[in-house]
Each structure stands twice: as structure tokens, then as C-alpha cells.
């Protein structure tokens, strides 16, 4: 049976949702101009009045916003709300640069949470299930947003964090989660400490449900994950600067519901801009509808991906994005050619013999870039035979330059000697940049 958080919402016909997008836009760009100093000099700096955007149409005509302008008005240079009025704040680690500082209200929060109720509940997730929240707690979006969304649902939350593997089994077990919500490389690495110890995922759990996130995957991983593990693997999509993580897919696996009422979403052109048609591919751009503290104007997101208005077999009206391939700063540049880690990942995936965890490591050799792939074999596949290992590196060599059109050298390593992850996963050593 299909259930939803609010019906009416969720199935208003498309002409009703863009006139209440309308109304919310024009209310939002005059609120931004008026509370946001940053935002003010930037409409300014461009020749843009609010009262010029009138139509949904219009807003092609709004200056994009970026991650960098965060940094550079770090900590709340593009707050609309004086302080007191927050009641949070979340901060990124900052790992590619200066941290990014995001303030919520009281009503943020709720829209957040609401957005992750109607998620939650279009897998079929709600009271009766116990969901075990894998994500860092913390300054981190992810164990909070994930906790208020399935609280709000009814759900029982076990906030168990990331960390401490055995013990997160162990919970698992005796609490009999339904639910795990995690990256999907920790729960892989769950599972590999869950069958050490000769427990089954699928035989000795109530697990059902997977919430996956925080680091791109590709559809090969849902389906290692999905077999290995007897569960249901699902997509879910957001970043920290628009509040956290916020949509999934819903239980027909095929693209990630945005909400129209709270959010509006454009494809473009990263190189110049211009607004793209549905079904194009490019780069995602989001202006957020509902936020109070840091609205968000046409903010450059860097995914790529391609959005589908098309109806939904769950019956909900909102549009689709389609799996994103990869962020725009994850991509890496190899001799000229663009190469997404998730590319690679499809790629192994595809093949049996290769396990789930994998390396690429890029370095530059007289003045030439390089990439190289380490494997782990399956503990089926795995052969001491020299002879089948050479066979094997040549195979996913061929199937990788089929598909990224370089040549990558491939090398098997023992079993366990990738690292292992608890939250997003380092898939990518570039010595480039030491
Ligand atoms: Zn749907």
C-alpha cells in the first residue's frame, strides 16, 4: 500500500505546486534583499530589483550563489536572522577548505524535519520501526537531520552514531533494528564485521531497510548491497549548506523526490550557466523556498545529475533528480579527461570477482598523470594463483578504459588492506596535490 506524510501536498497537481513556488519566490527574494546584506550587494552587483522577479521564468535572471561565498562570509556574513533567533548550528568538517557555518530557526528545523518525515515515509518507514542511525552525531548534519526525521514519523531512534562496529551489531541484534541509516560503506564494512563473527545480516537481523547517503554510490553497489544482505538499499540526497540530508527515493528506486513546496531546482550548464531543458544533463542548482536564517538563492550545488518531471508511480508530483554520478569537486582530471570515482565504482561493481572496497590513487610520472586502482578479490574468487591474478587486473583494466577511455593500472591486494570507513569514504589519494 502507498502512504504518504501529507497527501495533499505530496499529490498536488504540478500547476498548483508552481503557482505556490511562484508566490514563495517573490516573497523570498524581497525577504533576502531586506534581512541579507550579502545578498542585498549581490542583487545590486548584478542589476537585479526584486520586484523584477514576478514568474518562476524569472529567475534565470537571479545571480548564483556558491559554497565559496559561505567561507568568505564566515561565520553568519549571509545569516537574514540576528542570532537569537537560531536554535542550532551545524558546521562542516572543512576538509577542502574553510568550514561552512549554517544557523537554523525553529521553523528551519521543523521544514527540515518534515522533509525527511515524507522521505522516510515513501520507503514505507514509520512507527513500529526501530531505526538505527549510523551517522555521526554531532556538528555533522547527518545523525541529527536522520534522528528529528524519524522521530517525527513515530519511529523508535536508536542513536547509535558511527563507530564501534561490534557493538553497533550487537544493538542490532538485541534492539532488532529495521532500520539502518549509514553510508553505504560503512554498512559494507558492518557487514564484513558481521560475517567475521558468523552473523548473517539477513538470517540473524530484523534489519530491512537501508538508509544510505553522505558519499555517492552507484546502482552496481545498491545491488552488491541488496544481495549481500537480504535489505532494501535506499538513496538519500542533501548537504549540509541546505540544512542536511533532506530526500530519498521512494520505494520505486528510480530518482529522489525534491520537494516542490520547499524547494526549487534547476539544471545548468557549469560552464555558462544557462538554464538546461529536463532530461539534460548538468549541474544542479537549488534555491531553498522555507528557510529563515540562510535562504539560499540559486546555490551552485556542483552535483550532476538530471531532473525528471515525468509522474511518478507512487503518485507523488514533485520532481525527480536522477542518481547523481558525482559532486563537481570530487571529480578528478586525468590527462585531460574527467573522471567521476563513481564511474570507477560502476565499473567494479560490475565485475564478480571484484570486492567493494577499492582505492584509486592518482600521481603524476614525468609530467604525465597517472591512475592506478586497487582491488580487493572476493573470498570467493580469491585464487593464489599468479596466472588468475594477472588474468583478473587485465580484465578490469579493459572494462575501465572501455568506460573512461584511459588507461588505469589495476593492482589486486590482500584481502583487507583498503581502509575500511565508518562515515564518508575515502576512496581517492591524490598525490597531485602534496
Ligand atoms: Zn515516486
Same mark, same amino acid.
Given at each position: 500500500m502507498l502512504e504518504y506524510w501529507n497527501p495533499l501536498m505530496e499529490r498536488m497537481p504540478v500547476e498548483e505546486l508552481e503557482k505556490m513556488q511562484e508566490r514563495k519566490l517573490k516573497n523570498l527574494v524581497n525577504y533576502v534583499y531586506q534581512h541579507s546584506e550579502f545578498y542585498k550587494k549581490r542583487f545590486d552587483d548584478a542589476g537585479?530589483?526584486?520586484?523584477?522577479?514576478?514568474?518562476?521564468?524569472?529567475?534565470?535572471?537571479l545571480p548564483f550563489t556558491y559554497k565559496g561565498d559561505l567561507r568568505d562570509t564566515y561565520p553568519t556574513g549571509m545569516f537574514c536572522v540576528p542570532n537569537e533567533q537560531l536554535v542550532r548550528f551545524h558546521v562542516s568538517? #572543512?576538509?577542502? #577548505?574553510k568550514p561552512t557555518v549554517v544557523g537554523y530557526t525553529k521553523s528551519d528545523i521543523d521544514g527540515w524535519t518534515t522533509s525527511l518525515a515524507r522521505a522516510m515515509t515513501s520507503i #514505507?518507514? #514509520?512507527?513500529?520501526d526501530i531505526i538505527q542511525v549510523g551517522y555521526g552525531y554531532g556538528l555533522f548534519t547527518g545523525g541529527l537531520g536522520a534522528h528529528y526525521g524519524a522521530e517525527e514519523i513515530g519511529a523508535t531512534v536508536l542513536p547509535a552514531s558511527s563507530g564501534n562496529t561490534e557493538r553497533q551489531i550487537e544493538l542490532m541484534q538485541d534492539l532488532n533494528s529495521s532500520i539502518i541509516a549509514c553510508t553505504p560503506s560503512y554498512f559494507l564494512f558492518m557487514n564484513e564485521v558481521a560475517d567475521k563473527a558468523n552473523i548473517s545480516i539477513e538470517k540473524d537481523t530484523n534489519l530491512r531497510v537501508g538508509i544510505f547517503g553522505a558519499e555517492p554510490w552507484s546502482e552496481e553497489m545498491r545491488a552488491r548491497i541488496e544481495q549481500a544482505t537480504g535489505i532494501k538499499a535506499y538513496d538519500i540526497y542533501g548537504t549540509s549548506e541546505l540544512s542536511g540530508p533532506l530526500f530519498t527515493e521512494c520505494q520505486f528506486q528510480d530518482g529522489i523526490h525534491i520537494w516542490a513546496d520547499q524547494f526549487l531546482i534547476e539544471v545548468i550548464d557549469p560552464e555558462t550557466g544557462e538554464q538546461l531543458k529536463e532530461g539534460e544533463r548538468g549541474e544542479l542548482v537549488i534555491t531553498t523556498l522555507?528557510?529563515?536564517?540562510l535562504p539560499l538563492i540559486r546555490y551552485r550545488i556542483g552535483d550532476i545529475t538530471v531532473i525528471n518531471k515525468q509522474p511518478c508511480r507512487c503518485g507523488r508530483t514533485h520532481p525527480r533528480i536522477m542518481r547523481v554520478l558525482g559532486r563537481a569537486d570530487d571529480m578528478l582530471i586525468i590527462r585531460g579527461i574527467n573522471v567521476f570515482p563513481g564511474q570507477i565504482e560502476s565499473v567494479l561493481m560490475n565485475i564478480p570477482e571484484v570486492g567493494e572496497h577499492f582505492m584509486i590513487v592518482v600521481d603524476r610520472v614525468n609530467e604525465l598523470d597517472v591512475m592506478k586502482v586497487q582491488i580487493e578479490m572476493t573470498d570467493e574468487a580469491f585464487s593464489d594463483k599468479v596466472n588468475d591474478i594477472i588474468i583478473l587486473e587485465k580484465k578490469v583494466s579493459s572494462a575501465l578504459k572501455s568506460v573512461l577511455n584511459i588507461t588505469v593500472k589495476v593492482e589486486l591486494v590482500e584481502s583487507g588492506t583498503i581502509p575500511r570507513s565508518m562515515g564518508k569514504a575515502k576512496r581517492v589519494t591524490d598525490n597531485r596535490k602534496l
Open positions: 537585479v530589483r526584486p520586484e523584477e522577479i514576478q514568474t518562476l521564468d524569472d529567475l534565470k535572471k568538517s #572543512g576538509t577542502t #577548505g #514505507g518507514v #514509520g512507527r513500529g522555507f528557510k529563515e536564517a
